[in-house]
């Protein structure tokens, strides 16, 4: 089998990227690349036959610099002409004298790729953390939507999704507080792409509902609407109540909706209450002699050492999806 060279941003040598890559790779939408494309004659260089344009590492080196210009404010207009070389006179820095040591060539990046330690990830998360950097609403919601439906909502949450969250808090935390508003917004997208992509009501069955709630004090929702969407996505019922229920307030919605399972999502140990989750799991509904108690689901790093016997804590969304599928199966 052939072998196909790479050059160093991973472009295969002599094929080169779709317009659809290359916006998933800048975290663009792939309107934007031909517009800069069609207006600003930022096109690939070198023309294939057929409908199909192929962009190379040398022009993806030219919209990496535009997205690092226009993220800085500069106009499109004016940031492509410092991109293709012809800006105004004032623009252009002084020659270096003729026997000044010459400085090494640079290769300009977004400072939205380069703002966030990502890792060994999937090539979506770097454009998706770009969008995010930019707060780019149109192409951030373009690029978790085309991740859900080309991965699955599990894998694109896990492998995508929540690596790109996770670098925009590690971000957050070792600044200062900057980018706390790139954390809310991407969170914001998320979610909404999460909606979108799941039907917005599924036939509720008797007794096969899973209820979905944070413990109070817990506002740190969306896990649960990963998990809600997962369940909706497979086609089980699911109630989901968000952040913070109060005790009262959780123990009388069991009581009403008599779920298969109780989904408490604790994200901080500070949160996670093991005598609540117990007393949930030993509330009982239903007429003398058919008595049903739910299955009672610990989720979330809050209730680390903080579990007992009965109260399954799944590792991660896919395990707690099939434990929830096989509860919902295994009820009347």
């Not at 500069?74 to 020659?95: C, S, T």
């Not at 989904?263 to 005598?275: N, Y």
Request: hydrophobic letters at 45%.
């Amino acid at each position: 089998m052939a072998v196909h060279e790479r050059d160093d941003e991973g472009v295969p040598a002599g094929a080169g990227l779709t317009t659809g890559e290359v916006a998933r790779r800048l975290g663009v939408a792939p309107t934007t690349v031909r517009t800069w494309d069609r207006r600003y004659g930022l096109g690939p260089a070198a023309h294939t036959g057929g409908r199909h344009r192929r962009w190379t590492a040398g022009d993806m080196a030219r919209l990496e610099r535009m997205c690092a210009l226009t993220a800085t404010g500069i106009a499109p207009a004016e940031a492509a002409r410092m991109v293709r070389g012809d800006a105004p006179p004032e623009a252009v820095p002084a020659r270096p004298a003729a026997d000044a040591a010459p400085r090494p060539a640079v290769r300009a990046r977004s400072r939205a790729g380069s703002g966030l330690r990502l890792g060994d990830v999937r090539q979506e998360c770097k454009g998706i953390a770009r969008a995010a950097l930019r707060l780019d609403a149109a192409a951030l919601d373009e690029l978790l939507e085309a991740a859900i439906d080309e991965h699955g909502l599990v894998t694109a949450w896990t492998e995508v999704i929540m690596p790109t969250l996770q670098a925009v808090g590690r971000k957050w935390e070792s600044s200062g507080e900057k980018y706390v508003e790139v954390e809310h917004f991407l969170s914001w997208h998320v979610s909404g792409a999460l909606r979108r992509s799941t039907p917005s009501a599924i036939a509720d069955r008797p007794g096969a509902t899973t209820m979905l709630a944070c413990v109070p004090g817990e506002n740190h929702t969306l896990p649960l609407e990963v998990l809600a969407a997962a369940l909706a996505e497979r086609g089980l019922p699911v109630r989901m109540f968000g952040g913070a229920l109060p005790v009262e307030s959780l123990v009388t919605a069991v009581r009403r909706t008599g779920p298969a399972a109780v989904g408490l999502w604790a994200q901080s140990r500070t949160t996670a209450s093991r005598p609540l989750a117990q007393h949930v799991a030993a509330m009982e509904w239903g007429v003398r002699g058919a008595r049903r108690k739910p299955v009672v689901l610990t989720i979330g790093p809050g209730w680390a050492g903080r579990t007992s016997a009965g109260l399954p804590r799944p590792a991660g969304l896919a395990e707690a999806v099939t434990l929830l599928e096989s509860v919902v199966s295994h009820k009347p």
